[in-house]
């Protein structure tokens, strides 16, 4: 380990530059639109400044000042907070970051823990021979009470620290509550300290590690394998302004398409065209919505890609067409792993074109994955992403409405004969990616092979929005796809896993992500699916799927009472659509997650900061779910300020605890008392999204506030915002509807839990304590 020291500095303007004996640094300060970040770069050789990111695009460098202080430099600009550092031995201070020391050489802990099984000597000595000697990390000094969110995809609780995370993009199907790493990587945390925070971004593709007050309670650090460390520091204060601050830089999500926000239905496999329409015809005669149809693996002939088997599937035009008529989308599992068989025009071409990942030989790589021996297109390449999106004319033809990407970490089955430890069964890391070594670019697989699909797509239908689901991705994935956490298990903790997974999930970017409903592996039962299915209702992305091992999810294969609950809830997220797409909306804009731990709306209340078993859906609706058999009653924790709870309308104040029943029929709920909630009717699938029928749900409060985000649900045409504004004080409800949506069949108010009003200006309805008023006049005043 050497320490970095820098003996000189020179300031260039919008760059300063450090001179060391063993490690050279910059630090840059970079800008997109008002966001502003400081930029950290180190490198040992000259020939290493030529890194190039593949996440970050077109920041502009701004200039900065430089002031000499006594014992060191201090900068600044407007915009961000100054930077202060001491050259020998190096160190700098920033927001609440002290950085201590920055070192070269591999990183101690690792090694040993995530690359070690049985037979891997080969590929232990592969990756060692690759990285020896090289690698950089940062340690800085752990507070107390500090606390990090963030990381993508993990397991454990909301808190990141006190674990070794490893950024190492994995086929992990054994989600234990130590697995690490999973499918996706995002070397970002989010630092809390009381209510304040910052974040951190390593833009390095290279296996990287946070150590977060783990090998050592008092010192926390971040190691990246590669030849440089290239960090960014992303301003704060609150844990929400990070997360803006942070999509600004490594890209926010399109807005998808509303269907893909609708009921998802999957399974390994429907595996005869015949059977995949009767299960939508299922959906229809009993009533259930269901937006898309799944086609796993097994549509394929001999699992190769881009074709369809023609003794199971004979006529897939047919089959899109038919599950078309009922409304119903279509959407094909496309893995990476292209079989190697001569007269299959994918592999010849590509074959011929030198598109696959190569060995150390300068040889096509053969490997093994579903279609027995498998060749891995390099997405590295822009021709490569090209070809590949092109590949996909074969299923836009077919009117196939969505691509979902699988096995793309990428993973292997056993590469050259060998088998990959179970624990990293993927390519190795001497293969070659053009220049690139696998060591390098593995990390970015999903990324680059989502990034081609979602680009062929917008190049076949300019007119549509692509929607490509993938399992793994890299920081920025939110740009080209959403995502599902791979292969979860039918157990009630894996329910509750799903929720510290998805939040900090959210918290990375990933604004658009599911769990598998019912779960993937083990077998599922009634009450387990109705309890996740009102779950998922809450989910961005709301998708029941099941493994071929396992047995039948779907929403009737219990019975009942476990249909009828899960008709309602299916029934409910129809219902909640144009506050869902309202939110999408939000989260193309501003990078904001659907699902929101609560310390993200209240990070001052320390009762937020590890909850996980409860959420929020956007900034107004409180979500408790029951995660344990046999549930009756839970406790849900109300943050400061009035609330309601949503069924009924009863008042609850916070800061305090409420204990709420969690009857099959209904999760609990509870909205933010002020909000104005936009529902609608129940549909058996989405159309567009304008909404004849809307309906919002008031909780009254003081100031009373709601918006809504309409357009076609599809395509590029700019959509419309519409607001609800009003008041509720001493007995007095006025509510304001400026309506821009295009002309509706019924727009009214809906208030729970209220006595029957003394005098109303404008028509309503009042049952058994619920208030309907008719908004189509534009205002409305009750009295009580
Ligand atoms: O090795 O395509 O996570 O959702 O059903 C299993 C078959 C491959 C893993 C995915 C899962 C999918 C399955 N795939």
């Known amino acids: 380990m050497h320490e970095a020291r820098f003996h000189s500095w020179h300031h260039h303007d919008t760059h300063l530059e450090l001179e060391g004996t063993w490690v050279q640094a910059s630090f840059h300060l970079l800008a997109r639109g008002e966001e502003r970040f400081w930029r950290l770069w180190v490198w040992q050789r000259l020939e290493d400044r030529t890194k190039r990111s593949w996440v970050l695009e077109g920041l502009e460098e701004l200039p900065f000042s430089v002031v000499e202080e006594p014992g060191g430099l201090r900068l600044e600009a407007s915009g961000i907070p100054p930077l202060r550092l001491t050259l020998d031995p190096f160190d700098f201070r920033w927001e609440g970051l002290e950085a201590y020391a920055l070192e070269g050489g591999r990183f101690r802990e690792l090694g040993a823990a995530t690359l070690t099984s049985s037979n891997e000597t080969t590929w232990r000595e592969l990756y060692d021979g690759l990285t020896l000697g090289v690698g950089l990390s940062l340690l800085w000094k752990e507070t107390p009470q500090r606390r990090y969110y963030g990381l993508g995809e993990r397991t454990g609780f ?276 053009g220049g690139y070594t696998h060591a390098e670019v593995h990390n970015l697989y999903g990324l680059l092979m989502s990034r081609a699909t979602y680009e062929g797509l917008q190049r076949l239908r300019p007119e549509r929005r692509p929607f490509v689901l993938s399992r793994s991705g890299f920081s920025g994935i939110q740009r080209y796809a959403w995502i599902w956490t791979g292969d979860n298990h039918s157990y009630w903790e894996h329910l509750e896993a799903s929720l510290p997974m998805l939040l900090n999930l959210g918290l990375s970017g990933v604004a658009f992500a599911g769990a598998d409903i019912g779960g993937f592996s083990a077998e599922s039962h009634g009450e387990l699916l109705a309890r996740w299915t009102w779950l998922g209702v809450f989910y961005p992305f709301m998708r029941n799927h099941s493994s071929r091992a396992s047995r039948r999810q779907e929403p009737w294969s219990f019975g009942e009472p476990w249909l009828g609950v899960i008709r309602e809830a299916l029934r409910f997220r129809y219902r909640l659509l144009p506050y869902l797409y309202t939110l999408a909306q939000e989260a193309a804009s501003e990078g904001l997650p659907l699902m929101r731990p609560l310390m993200l709306e209240w990070p001052e209340d320390p009762l937020t900061w590890h909850l996980h078993d409860q959420f929020l859906l956007g900034a107004d609706l409180l979500v408790a779910p029951a995660l344990r058999p046999k ?72 100031e009373i506030y709601g918006r809504l985000y309409e357009d076609e649900g599809e395509g590029a045409a700019s959509g419309s915002w519409s607001e609800l504004s009003g008041s509720y004080r001493e007995g007095v409800l006025r509510l304001r509807w400026l309506d821009r949506g295009h002309p509706r069949q019924r727009v009214e108010a809906l208030v729970r839990g209220v006595l029957p009003p003394r005098e109303v200006r404008g028509s309503y309805r009042y049952v058994e304590g619920v208030l309907s008023l008719d908004l189509s006049g534009g205002e409305v005043e009750v009295i009580w």
């Open 631 to 702: 549930e009756t009653h839970r406790l849900v924790y109300l943050p400061e300020g009035s609330w309601r709870e949503f069924w009924e309308g009863k008042e609850l104040q916070g800061p305090g605890h409420v204990v709420l029943p969690t009857p099959f029929e209904r999760i609990p709920l509870v909205q933010r008392a002020g909000s104005a909630l936009p529902l609608t009717e129940p549909a058996p699938h989405t159309t567009d999204a304008y909404w004849e029928e809307l309906v919002w749900q008031v909780a009254l409060g003081e």
């Open 158 to 433: 909301l808190d990141k620290r006190g674990r070794v995370w490893t950024n190492w993009a994995t086929d992990n199907p054994q989600h234990h509550p130590d697995a690490d790493p999973l499918y996706q990587v995002h070397p970002f945390v989010i630092a809390a300290e009381g209510q304040e925070a910052w974040g951190l971004y390593l833009d390095e593709s290279w296996r990287s590690v946070f150590d977060l007050a783990a090998s050592e309670p008092e010192r926390s650090l971040l190691h990246t394998d590669g030849p440089t460390l290239d960090l960014y520091l992303i301003p704060g204060p609150s844990p929400k302004e990070v997360v803006r601050r942070y999509t600004a830089l490594v890209g926010r999500p399109p807005l998808p398409p509303l269907w893909a926000l609708g009921y998802h239905q999957c399974r390994y496999s429907y595996t005869h065209q015949a059977e995949a329409l009767a299960v939508a015809q299922e959906f229809r005669r009993r009533g259930l919505p269901l937006d898309a149809l799944w086609l796993d693996i097994d549509y394929m002939e001999g699992y190769k890609v881009f074709t369809f088997s023609p003794g199971r599937f004979p006529d897939p035009s047919r089959l899109v067409r038919e599950l078309g008529e009922l409304g119903v989308r279509t959407v094909v599992i496309v893995d990476p792993g292209v079989k190697r068989e001569g007269g299959y025009p994918v592999y010849e071409e590509g074959h011929q074109k030198g598109y696959f990942v190569r060995n150390l030989q300068d040889q096509e790589l053969v490997g093994e994955v579903w279609p027995k021996e498998a060749v891995w297109p390099d997405f590295t390449q822009e021709e490569v992403r090209r070809w590949w999106g092109e590949l996909h004319r074969s299923y836009t033809d077919l009117g196939v409405a969505g691509i979902w990407n699988d096995m793309n970490e990428p993973a292997a089955f056993s590469v050259e004969g060998v088998r990959p430890p179970f624990q990293n069964r993927t390519l190795p890391p001497t293969a070659r990616h």
